[in-house]
């Protein structure tokens, strides 16, 4: 369970249409993507005489108003969900980003963590470049610029052999809109149509939003490039494919497709996997809202235990400015979840969730259950025991906060206070998703990192940098 537990990477998308209000459209993609990020949000459009941007902190739909939008005119343009993996909650770490040097100029928006930010920034510092923020996505911005190269496509495919790490990126300049997947397509990445003209976003249920169709998934390695005379693609070889698995499991939305596979199926096939490897007599089943729904009534369907909805869930917890004070802070999940107590009450409950981070909320969940008069709680868990911090877009936790990394699985059934544990197995979670094991990155449960861990970023780590570093102009 992941409240203030585990957090999603960001939300990008770009569209290259004329003759439609684009920064209304790009609105309410960003509002489909809103789970992927919650911080801060921003939509940059260009013209084809200049770029102009909105960004501030907060939702969606608080930080753009129609008059925003209104300004936000041209037939390009890019938007960005903010959730911080590198650089801390602040407005000058919101995105998209501008970055200009000489004549050059672009936007950037980027999903993924970029693991050799630091000794990039130090170079690029050395080279007279100055930053604004303490994001690896300004790196990945002036180091595209520093590139050699006679073409955006070059400069960039250029910057790719520098950057390590997780990077989507959607580009903008002044005529041209590009979509950009690291070579190991840890995040999702996806092209579509509108109208007559181009989209590309983090995931396909942007799309379904705008009345856009999905054309494809823009593959590991590949430079996407859109302008008026159409889209061309410029693909880097890719020799390991680390997608995270993540992605099926919690981040991405259930009625979103990956690599052709819809994610709410997928789910659903956990739950029944989980029936399998850990059946119990029980009374009812139920899925913790709303990323464990699927995966229960997998459960159901698979163990013939009947469905129920056990806790409904307020969607706007969390989504206010006021924080609560310390009696209310004290109730913690009972302010996000409120039992049906009059259908759980006496029964043996069988409880789906999707992950099991640090073990902070799932025993205050166990025992709302309790109070709520529950007499049996089996946690049944979508996700192998996570044991290992990830270093590659997700804001998680350091190792010794993973609770699984310091107990046994016995050991977690009773700090959690449940009267039965059980976690997918990795074959099992596979089978599930029903992709080849090879070209998932499964390092947070198995340790085997795509790339070194020792070239992990602290997530602050260029937030310690001199004031005079983040201030200043472009070079």
Same mark, same amino acid.
């Given at each position: ?5 585990? /957090? =999603? &990477?960001?939300?990008? $998308? ?7 209000? %684009? !920064?209304?459209? #790009? ?97 690029? /510092? =050395? &080279?007279?470049?100055? $930053? ?7 790196? %990945? !911005?002036?180091? #595209? ?112 497709? %990956? ?217």
């Amino acid at each position: 369970m992941k409240i203030a537990s585990m /957090h =999603e &990477s960001c939300g990008i $998308f770009g569209i290259h249409a004329a003759g439609m209000g %684009i !920064a209304r459209v #790009i609105f309410f993609a960003l509002f489909a993507l809103q789970h992927r990020g919650q911080e801060s949000a921003g939509i940059a459009v260009s013209d084809g005489n200049g770029i102009k941007i909105h960004t501030n902190m907060g939702l969606v739909s608080q930080a753009f108003t129609e008059n925003d939008l209104a300004h936000l005119k041209g037939y390009i343009g890019i938007g960005h969900n903010r959730y911080s993996t590198t650089g801390s909650t602040r407005p000058s770490n919101a995105q998209p980003i501008i970055v200009k040097s000489g004549d050059l100029v672009l936007a950037l928006a980027h999903n993924g963590n970029i693991v050799n930010a630091k000794s990039l920034h130090d170079e690029l /510092h =050395e &080279s007279g470049y100055h $930053f604004h923020s303490s994001s690896d996505s300004e790196v %990945i !911005a002036d180091l #595209i610029l520093a590139s050699p190269g006679k073409s955006w496509e070059g400069k960039i495919e250029h910057a790719m052999r520098r950057l390590q790490g997780a990077y989507s990126l959607v580009v903008m300049t002044q005529d041209k809109l590009l979509g950009v997947r690291d070579p190991m397509g840890v995040r999702p990445l996806c092209l579509g149509t509108v109208d007559s003209g181009w989209v590309i976003a983090s995931e396909s249920c942007a799309l379904d939003h705008i009345g856009a169709q999905l054309s494809r998934e823009i593959e590991p390695g590949e430079i996407v490039a859109i302008d008026r005379s159409g889209v061309r693609s410029f693909k880097k070889k890719s020799n390991k494919k680390a997608f995270c698995i993540f992605e099926y499991i919690y981040f991405a939305r259930p009625d979103s497709v %990956i690599q052709g596979k819809l994610l709410y199926q997928a789910r659903q096939a956990m739950g029944e996997m989980l029936a399998q490897e850990y059946p119990v007599d029980a009374d009812l089943v139920m899925g913790v809202p709303d990323s464990a729904t699927a995966a229960g009534i997998g459960y159901s369907h698979a163990s013939g235990i009947p469905y129920c909805e056990g806790l409904l869930k307020n969607r706007y917890v969390g989504r206010t400015f006021i924080e609560p004070d310390q009696r209310l802070r004290e109730l913690g999940v009972q302010l996000k979840f409120n039992p049906l107590s009059r259908t759980i009450a006496g029964k043996r409950l069988v409880v789906v969730d999707d992950s099991i981070v640090r073990g902070t909320t799932t025993p205050r969940v166990v025992s709302l259950l309790r109070k709520a008069g529950v007499k049996e709680v089996h946690l049944r868990i979508c996700a192998p025991p996570i044991r290992y911090p990830c270093f590659l877009g997700v804001d998680m936790a350091t190792e010794w906060e993973l609770i699984a990394a310091r107990k046994t699985i016995p050991e977690i059934r009773d700090y959690l206070g449940a009267d039965s544990l059980g976690y997918l197995s990795l074959n099992g979670l596979i089978r599930a998703v029903d992709l080849p094991r090879e070209i998932f990155c499964l390092a947070c449960f198995t340790g085997d990192y795509p790339i070194p861990v020792q070239m992990g970023m602290d997530k602050l780590a260029l937030e310690e940098l001199p004031e005079e570093e983040l201030i200043g102009s472009q070079k």
